[in-house]
């Protein structure tokens, strides 16, 4: 039985006005006028927020997305810079966002409106953390002969196709610049599944600041305390 339920992406930037509008256009999302550092769709779960940080990239980052595109030139465009070209080996073009970010483009004949194919997670063990993220948000986990990587499909409210696990060798270091967010009805049986709480919900957040089992920074957020009831 899962525990929670995959609810929207955050991205941590340093110049959120420029990146709602890079992430937007790349996307294919809005962003609404009385909130200009959101990003929406035509479902709840396809909301990225921009989160404004004063840290800079430094590291790879553990945590990437992977878009459809026309082309590689209508990337870069919007502003991305190729860090690795499309190759007989490689089917994807590596791309960095305005801030240095990577992600990964896709060359498609036919592209559909919302343009986030996929979000890829760089673990240590991708397969006991595919399975772990399973059990707790739902899903089936899927692999290929002769391939080092798991990922998921049909997760319940999932707004793309696949989340993927991927080797590497290296450790976290930093936290993720970008992470996820889920629903639950409580949080015990999250932190029961493996989860680490890193901050509790109180009087400044509304959401319980967790871990994944590799250190993935991840959001949980709870039903809203009955009036009078305060902040458990």
């Known amino acids: 039985m899962t525990v929670a339920r995959f609810k929207d992406l955050c991205i941590d930037v340093n110049c959120p006005r420029a990146m709602t509008d890079f992430w937007g256009h790349l996307l294919g999302l809005t962003s609404p006028a009385d909130n200009p550092e959101v990003l929406v769709g035509d479902r709840p779960e396809k909301t990225i927020w921009i989160n404004r940080v004063a840290e800079p990239r430094t590291v790879k980052q553990r945590v990437h997305l992977d878009v459809t595109a026309a082309s590689i030139e209508a990337l870069e465009k919007l502003g991305a810079k190729m860090l690795s070209p499309i190759t007989d080996e490689q089917h994807w073009a590596v791309m960095a966002d305005p801030e240095g970010g990577e992600f990964c483009g896709f060359v498609r004949e036919h592209v559909?409106?919302?343009?986030?194919?996929?979000?890829?997670?760089?673990?240590?063990?991708?397969?006991?953390?595919?399975?772990?993220w399973a059990g707790v948000v739902g899903g089936d986990v899927k692999t290929e002969p002769n391939v080092p990587w798991y990922w998921l499909e049909n997760v319940p409210g999932l707004p793309f196709s696949y989340w993927v696990f991927v080797p590497v060798p290296e450790p976290k270091t930093v936290k993720n610049r970008i992470h996820w967010d889920v629903s639950a009805d409580e949080l015990q049986p999250v932190l029961d599944a493996g989860a680490t709480l890193l901050r509790a919900r109180d009087e400044e957040i509304s959401w319980n600041v967790c871990a994944d089992p590799e250190g993935n920074e991840f959001c949980v957020f709870l039903p809203r305390p009955a009036e009078g009831e305060g902040v458990a």
């Open 112 to 132: 559909p409106s919302y343009k986030l194919m996929e979000l890829v997670v760089d673990s240590a063990d991708p397969e006991a953390q595919a399975r772990w």
